[in-house]
């Protein structure tokens, strides 16, 4: 459902995503791990065509993720729970976005009882909202149209410890049903909890990619090589 093939992304002189290869198969859940700074950003820019890569492609259902037809109702996407109209409410976030996919008001209310948000959290303004609230609406947002695959940016950051598990259950649920789940971390132990593959990135190129179970079994190897990639990417200050 999800495809990367030697997808490679440039900004000047910095490489920020280097030929990276792999895909995202229906009812799985793959972590996309990595340091902040590692490129996870990027690729998931360049998956959803907000960034256009220098070379290789990324696709979605196939195509790219412009070529689908009304993408928003196929394809859940959270990239940044912040960049969400903090002059409007909850309720009136997710009823522009339904009204723009074509689907029924109702809805609305069915994503925001999936994500937990109240009827008066619905009502107040998007501003007021802590970051858990925001990933919250984020999520529903990105279920709004009953998608077939889900791309998430770290979305459990500022979730309390009951919101990461409720994330963990629909995440999984969602997988089960046979949706495609690419969920990025900088959290190693987040993303074994949740994923069934694990595709490790560093300064833009894919160091580890197998099954988690399989990752894990070899023992400290795993988390040996994310702390050394953390260290050397707070030195290199790539971007994300």
């Known amino acids: 459902m999800i495809t990367f ?3 490679t992304k440039r900004y000047g002189d910095l490489l920020a995503v280097d030929d990276i290869s792999f895909t995202v198969e229906p009812g799985s859940v793959t972590g996309f791990l990595g340091p902040n700074g590692a490129g996870k950003s990027t690729a ?3 998956l959803t065509g907000l960034t256009r890569p220098t070379s290789g492609t990324a696709t979605v259902l196939g195509r790219q993720y412009r070529q689908l037809d009304n993408p928003a109702a ?6 940044d729970a912040s960049a969400q109209h903090s ?3 909850g309720r009136e976030t997710l009823a522009v976005a339904a009204m723009i996919m074509g689907l029924p008001a109702g809805r609305v209310d069915d994503a925001l009882a999936l994500v937990g948000l109240t009827r008066k959290e619905a009502r107040k303004r998007v501003g007021t909202y802590s970051l858990g609230m925001r990933q919250r609406l984020g999520i529903a947002h990105a279920l709004l149209g009953s998608p077939e695959v889900l791309i998430l940016d770290e979305p459990v950051n500022g979730l309390d410890p009951q919101g990461i598990h409720w994330m963990r259950n629909l995440l999984r ?14 959290l190693l132990h987040e993303v074994e909890q949740i994923a069934d593959r694990i595709v490790m990135i560093g300064h833009g190129r894919i160091v580890a990619e197998g099954r988690t179970e ?14 050394h990639l953390t260290s050397s990417t707070d030195r290199k200050g790539l971007v994300a």
Do not use: K, Q, Y
Request: with cysteine.
């Open 74 to 79: 196929r394809v859940g996407v959270l990239l």
């Open 214 to 227: 399989e990752l894990v079994a070899a023992g400290g190897h795993l988390e040996e090589m994310f702390l």
């Open 87 to 89: 002059g409007r409410t």
């Open 5 to 7: 093939t030697n997808l």
């Open 173 to 186: 649920s969602f997988a089960d049903a046979g949706g495609a789940v690419l969920l990025s971390s900088h």
């Open 44 to 46: 998931m820019r360049c």
